[in-house]
């Protein structure tokens, strides 16, 4: 069974860092690329970032580049989102997710989240 | 930038009956990598349809996708209770790539 497992998150001032985790099991994690999906309270869905099953490429969306960092440790089956310098818009669920190339790069499997709130 | 955008923003209806959601591309996009994902309260979302109109597994027939261009649609045939939700179309793009999603379609029961 494909899991997908987020910790992590909390309260932090505005400027402040967190370090996100997501723990995967049931498939075979190289394989896959995977993905953060953030969402505000009552708002969307917003992709945040990318990462290839190796970790050769990684993308971002425009309003985190230079601020999170993410990687994948192969070995522990965990991904890791650094988040610094955090505004009161980053404010969301944070969702990992797994693309699937048989689904032309949607997301089959999906964490529960982790909430991180910033204070202003 | 391709934003989508995805009308109505709710649906009132009751089970039983039939629902029509649109999301609309700014530019025209490749139907292959566009899905549409169900999210209820406290849930993450679920993947419903990808390709625009191929159904992931286990998702009920009474789910469909269809469109091509700049529009798309998912069709609910018969409404059950556990179909209201949240609803949102999301494309991938690839140069370079982005995933986008629309703002969600809320079907709430009337």
């Known amino acids: 069974e494909v899991q997908l497992l987020e910790s992590g998150g909390g309260l932090v001032q505005s400027g402040g860092s967190l370090r996100l985790s997501c723990a995967a099991s049931?498939?075979?994690?190289?394989?896959?690329?995977l993905t953060w999906v953030r969402q505000a309270p009552g708002k969307g869905l917003e992709w945040v970032s990318t990462?290839?099953?190796?970790?050769?490429?990684?993308y971002y969306t425009d309003s985190v580049k230079g601020r999170f960092t993410f990687s994948r440790d192969n070995s522990r089956n965990t991904l890791y989102l650094q988040m610094n310098n955090l505004r009161a818009e980053d404010t969301a669920i944070y969702y990992c997710?797994?693309?699937?190339?048989?689904?032309?790069?949607?997301?089959?499997?999906w964490g529960q989240g982790t909430m991180v709130t910033v204070s202003s | 930038e391709i934003v989508l955008t995805q009308s109505p923003g709710t649906l009132s209806l009751s089970p039983g009956e039939g629902a029509t959601l649109s999301c609309r591309a700014s530019?025209?996009?490749?139907?292959?990598?566009l899905a549409w994902y169900q999210q209820k309260p406290g849930q993450p979302p679920r993947v419903l349809i990808y390709?625009?109109?191929s159904r992931a597994t286990g998702i009920p027939d009474r789910f469909s996708g269809s469109g091509s261009g700049t529009d798309f649609t998912l069709t609910i045939s018969r409404l059950e209770p556990e179909d209201f939700a949240v609803y949102y179309c999301?494309?991938?793009?690839?140069?370079?790539?982005?995933?986008?999603f629309g703002q969600g379609t809320k079907v709430e029961m009337k």
């Open positions: 997710a797994r693309g699937s190339s048989d689904y032309y790069n949607a997301f089959d499997f």
């Open positions: 049931g498939f075979t994690f190289n394989n896959y690329a």
């Open positions: 990462i290839t099953g190796r970790g050769s490429n990684i």
């Open positions: 530019l025209s996009v490749t139907g292959t990598y």
């Open positions: 390709g625009a109109s």
């Open positions: 999301q494309h991938y793009g690839s140069s370079p790539p982005k995933w986008t």
